[in-house]
């Protein structure tokens, strides 16, 4: 167990739909960091927020977004969504910002887009 | 981020040491070693890290090369729960982007 909660662990949603992604860091842990899964892209970096603000962006979506809460909890929001977004979504925290840090992930959620 | 190379596939009897090999010759000075490794489907998992010397942890060792342009992640003695795919990532020290470049790992396959 790393420490990192996420829910849901599946999801079923239709095309077009919206979903929040919530993800809770480990304790202490400033940086939060999401990926996304699929099978013909492999583990992709999406976006990276540290103690609130983002602090990184890899390659996400425009219909894609973050955020990071006060409680430091955050939330990855998928709208319109499309068949090809249906992946494995994970969530890691480390506890600084710098990369040599190193990351813990959580269990992970199912997304599938109908 | 530099770039690595790994086997795509490998063997290991239980209880055994695994030895997974990873190249990465154009590691610039500020760069450290990272392995993780994904047990199907469940999130990845940090297994060690380093720079220039050799680093034992529980869970693994990691040998780096006197160049340091290429590693070998050991368990000393391999389980069935080992098996996963195993990634050898390359970062950077500070700066640029905080996100993991996952390639394609090599998977570990444990044999009772």
């Known amino acids: 167990d790393s420490g990192v909660t996420q829910t849901p662990k599946h999801l079923i949603t239709a095309t077009g739909q919206r979903v929040t992604l919530r993800c809770s860091p480990r304790?202490?842990?400033?940086?939060v960091y999401w990926y996304q899964q699929s099978l013909d892209q492999g583990l992709q970096f999406l976006i990276q927020y540290y103690n609130g603000e983002e602090r990184a962006k890899g390659n996400i979506l425009e219909r894609f977004s973050a955020q990071q809460f006060p409680d430091l909890h955050s939330e990855l929001n998928l709208s319109s969504l499309e068949l090809g977004d249906s992946a494995l979504y994970f969530c890691a925290s480390s506890v600084g910002r710098q990369p040599y840090y190193e990351q813990y992930f959580g269990p992970g959620t199912r997304l599938t887009v109908t | 981020d530099a770039k690595t190379t790994q086997p795509t596939s490998m063997d290991c009897a239980e209880g055994r040491a695994a030895n997974l090999p990873c190249n990465h010759s154009t590691i610039s000075g500020n760069e450290y070693v990272y392995w993780y490794r994904q047990i199907h489907s469940q999130g990845p998992q940090y297994i060690i890290h380093?720079?220039?010397n050799n680093e034992t942890n529980e869970m693994a060792s990691l040998i780096i090369t006197e160049d340091r342009k290429s590693s070998t992640l050991i368990l000393p003695h391999a389980t069935l729960r080992d098996t996963a795919v195993y990634y050898c990532i390359v970062r950077l020290s500070g700066g640029g982007a905080d996100g993991l470049t996952f390639g394609k790992g090599t998977h570990l396959i444990i044999q009772p």
């Open positions: 304790s202490g842990d400033l940086s």
């Open positions: 380093g720079l220039k």
